[in-house]
């Protein structure tokens, strides 16, 4: 994960929708808008609670509420999968755990084609 600040747009929703930090911050259940400044300055991360209560305010999905947050998390995530696949291709074992084993990494290919499908999509 790079360490850039977690870039969102917060304030460009706030703004489009004519509300005020203090107004979304009484909406997501805050005492004041100090709260909803430090997650536009990215000065804070929202809890998960309130990351969803800005999806639900200006209907657009956290993934483009949070990009930069997404994205470092995104990379970070992926690279770990792909130690645990390389992991778990290097282990010999027998039985139950060479049949969870086993499922995990039918998931892993899974998954990756449906990157791929999707990446063919686009």
Not at 2 to 10: D, I
Not at 31 to 57: C, D, M
Request: proline share 5%; hydrophobic share 35%; charged share 25%.
């Amino acid at each position: 994960m790079q360490n850039r600040t977690p870039k969102n747009h917060l304030r460009t929703h706030r703004k489009k929708s004519g509300l005020s930090q203090r107004q979304v911050s009484e909406l997501l259940g805050y005492p004041s808008g100090a709260q909803v400044s430090r997650h536009e300055n990215a000065k804070g991360v929202p809890h998960l609670t309130s990351a969803f209560g800005y999806q639900i305010i200006f209907r657009v999905p956290l993934h483009l509420l949070f990009p930069g947050m997404y994205e470092d998390i995104r990379e970070l995530i992926e690279d770990r999968l792909q130690k645990l696949e390389i992991s778990l291709h290097g282990q010999t074992v027998r039985g139950p755990q060479a049949a969870a084993i086993a499922q995990t990494l039918l998931w892993m290919m899974d998954r990756r084609e449906r990157d791929n499908e999707m990446t063919d999509a686009n």
